[in-house]
C-alpha cells in the first residue's frame, strides 16, 4: 500500500492515508470501540472487550492504511481483496470523531474507489444496520446487495474513467 495525500478537508490542513503497521493495532481498535459504540449500543450487540478482539483478530497491515490529519492519528480503513468475490473489500473504516463530518470521509472513500475503477474492479463493504455511515457509502455510490438484522452488505460496480484519462 501506499501513502496518498490530500489538502483542504473543510478546516483541516493536511491529511495523508500511510501504510498500516502492526504497531498501530492497538490505536485501531481503540477507535474502532469509541467510533461503533452507539450503533452497537442501539443493536444490543456492544461487548467492549470483543468489539477490540474482533479487529485485532481481522487487523491486516499490508491491506491497511492510517488516516492522519496534520500529523496526527485520526483513522484507519482496511481495502484489500475480497475473500470469496472478485474485487476489493473496505472495512474496518474509522474516523475520529473530531475527524468527522468534516468531508475527511468522503475524501478517504473517494481515493480508495479512484484504486478500484482504475482496476476497473467493483467494491463491497458490510456497514451496521442504522449507521450514519450508510449515507456516506450511498452518495458515493454504493448499492445494498443483502441484509440481516445486524449488516448492510453493499457494493459499488467500478465507474469508467472518462475519456481521454
Request: proline residues 5%; neutral net charge.
Amino acid at each position: 500500500m501506499h501513502a496518498d495525500a490530500g489538502m483542504d478537508v473543510q478546516g483541516t490542513t493536511s491529511w495523508l492515508m500511510r501504510p498500516a503497521r502492526a504497531a498501530d493495532v492497538e490505536s485501531v481498535a481503540e477507535l474502532k470501540a469509541v467510533v461503533m459504540r452507539d450503533d452497537l449500543v442501539r443493536l444490543g450487540r456492544y461487548d467492549e472487550h470483543r468489539v477490540r478482539r474482533r479487529l485485532r483478530d481481522e487487523f491486516r497491515p499490508e491491506h491497511t492504511s492510517v488516516v492522519e490529519v496534520d500529523g496526527a492519528f485520526a483513522g484507519c480503513v482496511a481495502f484489500g481483496p475480497h475473500e470469496h468475490k472478485p474485487g476489493r473489500y473496505l472495512a474496518h473504516f474509522y474516523l475520529a470523531p473530531e475527524a468527522q463530518g468534516r468531508g475527511l470521509g468522503t475524501a478517504v472513500l473517494a481515493t480508495l474507489l479512484d484504486r478500484a475503477d482504475a482496476e476497473g474492479v467493483p467494491v463491497r463493504l458490510t456497514v451496521v444496520r442504522g449507521s450514519a455511515a450508510r449515507r456516506l457509502y450511498e452518495r458515493a455510490g454504493f448499492t445494498v446487495e443483502s441484509e440481516d438484522p445486524i449488516d448492510v452488505r453493499m457494493v459499488r460496480a467500478p465507474r469508467r474513467p472518462a475519456a481521454g484519462s
